[in-house]
């Protein structure tokens, strides 16, 4: 079993719509990071949390310790946010930042 | 500030051959990770190294191995290439020293073995 697992693996919304990634993790951790790829390669960091929730522009994201469980929200989805996203975990027995990531969301947004 | 860079940008070797992989992190930042993604196995961690000492390494053979210079900038060099090495090679950096910080990630290198 992967020690961080996403939900779901693809995504198809319509432009406007509200739109949920989940994360899942079975080990304890320091810190949790969404990252958005878009094609071509190339990763951004969305957001780093240790707990509680952050915002940025149409992004939400949150974390609960105890349940093991982050969620990213997209509001007001937009075919620009088209991309993968993955979660990844900085592992509570792991120094420094060695990242476990988790199988990444293709996201797609219809116009 | 400028972001992470990763020369070369792609790279095509054949089976038995070595490469060099090289990424310049931010400026000020001390600790640069390197990373291998594949369609099958996706992002998977090579090793951190942090102050020019390797801090963390994931489970990658001894082909794999890396180094970091007093400016910061590393190395990343796989020796007798395999076809399965064919792959994404991302690197990232981060200013944060002891606790886990936030990582800005290079454009990558992607390598091709024949």
């Known amino acids: 079993k992967n020690e961080v697992e996403q939900s779901p693996q693809n995504l198809t919304a319509q432009e406007g719509e509200f739109i949920t990634i989940n994360c899942s993790y079975s080990?304890?951790?320091?810190?949790l990071h969404w990252l958005q790829q878009h094609p071509g390669g190339g990763i951004v960091s969305l957001f780093m949390?240790?707990?509680g929730k952050k915002k940025h522009g149409r992004l939400i994201a949150t974390i609960n310790i105890q349940e093991k469980h982050s969620s990213l929200h997209i509001t007001a989805s937009h075919p620009r946010d088209s991309a993968v996203y993955i979660c990844?975990?900085?592992?509570?027995?792991?120094?420094?930042?060695?990242?476990?990531f988790g199988g990444g969301t293709r996201v797609l947004v219809k116009p | 500030k400028a972001g992470v860079t990763q020369t070369p940008r792609y790279l095509i070797k054949t089976r038995g051959q070595q490469v060099t992989l090289s990424c310049s992190p931010i400026?000020?930042?001390?600790?640069v990770s390197w990373y291998q993604q594949t369609p099958g196995q996706g992002l998977q961690f090579l090793f951190e190294?942090?102050?020019?000492?390797?801090?963390n390494k994931g489970n990658f053979p001894g082909r794999f191995s890396g180094r970091q210079f007093s400016n910061s900038r590393s190395e990343m060099n796989v020796s007798t290439l395999e076809l399965g090495d064919s792959a994404l090679y991302l690197c990232?950096?981060?200013?944060?020293?002891?606790?886990?910080?936030?990582?800005?990630f290079g454009p990558g290198t992607r390598l091709t073995v024949l």
């Open positions: 949390l240790s707990s």
């Open positions: 080990v304890g951790i320091s810190a």
């Open positions: 190294y942090f102050s020019e000492t390797q801090r």
């Open positions: 990844a975990v900085a592992l509570i027995k792991a120094a420094g930042n060695k990242l476990t």
């Open positions: 990232a950096s981060s200013g944060a020293s002891g606790v886990p910080g936030e990582q800005f």
């Open positions: 400026s000020g930042h001390r600790s």
